[in-house]
């Protein structure tokens, strides 16, 4: 909801309708029908506010009990790709269903979770969306649950009943399962994950389905055997790139035994298949090489590398969509969907 143009206010906008400025403003509050105010007096009014640039104020409407057509967005930046697309494409997409958004990086942390929460309820927003990469604390579920009309989306499967909210889970398990079905299908025998170890709650949507895999496939899942750690903090340029390539020259890859690799971000990948052509190793010849994030840059590598995509247009479309559903029914018994990520199969995975 964009402010109201310069010198437009209720005042003006009953002047030009002709009206009493208590009636247009009770059309305008969306008290018209409930006062048996006729409709073509109220569509007058509203084309005339249209017209003038005129919006009522949010916060007066907050205060007033009333829906302030405000949302709250409580989400994470940061460098990987579609999650830098996040922010901006869902806010733009409310803005064209006629709603002002209140964007916060939740940058992950709990206390900031919380004070934004609590900002968001001074503001009287009409709902909130919501994205956790990990376990939710308490005090931040029960925050949230203060809020009638919520999207929660979350990286890691939660309880249905925690929540007040729709919850939207982006799966990563059936694009893992993909990838090492593929493996097998083409004579891999000895897959590997590199992964970074230094936060191990936000891999586990990724190595504990990864290792689930190769059990079903008969394949070695023992950690000795399928898991490259990497002490990759999150560097000040995001770098992860060099992060990556020196963790395999110093903890020496090449002694693994393995011929195919699973990397947790793209940046592995690159840097894995620059590694491997240096010792002699071909990719996908000898090594099938798959990264993570599906960043746009890596179809013109040669090989082409081979990843999975958070399918963000279609999960972007769902996150819409529920979160207006929830804004027009806010009392609606909060479901529960499940947006699975996909394998993009190119040439690193052979």
């Known amino acids: 909801m964009k402010a109201s143009a310069p010198g437009i206010t209720l005042k003006t906008v009953a002047a030009k309708a ?5 009636t247009v403003g009770l059309i305008l509050n969306g008290r018209g029908d409930e006062l048996g105010i006729p409709a073509e007096t109220q569509a007058k009014v509203h084309k005339v506010a249209a017209n ?3 919006r009522p104020n949010s916060l007066a409407l907050g205060l007033a009990g009333k829906k302030t057509q405000t949302i709250g967005l ?6 990987f790709y579609p999650q ?9 997409r409310l803005h064209r269903r006629g709603y002002q958004t209140y964007l916060v990086d939740s940058l992950q942390d709990p206390d900031v979770m919380l004070e934004s929460l609590k900002e968001m309820a001074t503001r009287r927003v009409d709902g909130i969306c919501f994205h956790m990469k990990l376990p939710i604390p308490p005090k931040v579920r029960e925050a949230l649950n203060q809020f009638p009309a919520t ?7 939660i309880p249905r009943t925690d929540f007040r909210a729709h919850v939207i889970y982006l799966d990563m398990v059936p694009a893992i399962d993909d990838i090492v079905d593929h493996f097998v299908q083409t004579g891999r025998r000895r897959p590997m994950i590199v992964t970074s170890v230094n936060d191990a709650m936000t891999n586990l949507e990724k190595i504990g389905p990864f290792r689930d895999a190769l059990r079903r496939q008969g394949l070695d899942a023992s950690e000795e055997g399928t898991i490259f750690g990497v002490n990759a903090g999150i560097p000040r340029d995001s770098d992860y790139y060099t992060v990556f390539r020196d963790a395999f020259e110093a903890q020496r890859l090449e002694d693994r035994d393995f011929d195919a690799l699973f990397c947790t971000c793209d940046e592995a990948a690159v840097a894995a298949i620059r590694y491997l052509t240096e010792k002699g190793r071909r990719v996908p010849d000898d090594v099938a090489v798959v990264g993570l994030n599906n960043t746009p840059m890596i179809q013109g590598y040669k090989p082409s590398i081979a990843s999975i995509s958070w399918n963000h247009v279609e999960a972007f479309d769902l996150i819409e969509a529920r979160m207006v559903e929830r804004l027009k029914k806010p009392d609606a018994v909060p479901g529960y969907d499940e947006a699975p990520l996909k394998f993009i199969r190119r040439e690193s995975a052979g």
């Open 18 to 22: 002709g009206l009493g400025r208590s």
């Open 52 to 54: 003038l640039g005129y």
């Open 74 to 79: 409580i989400l994470p930046s940061g460098p």
């Open 151 to 157: 999207v929660l989306i979350s990286n890691i499967p």
């Open 84 to 92: 830098n697309l996040m922010p901006q494409d869902i806010s733009l």
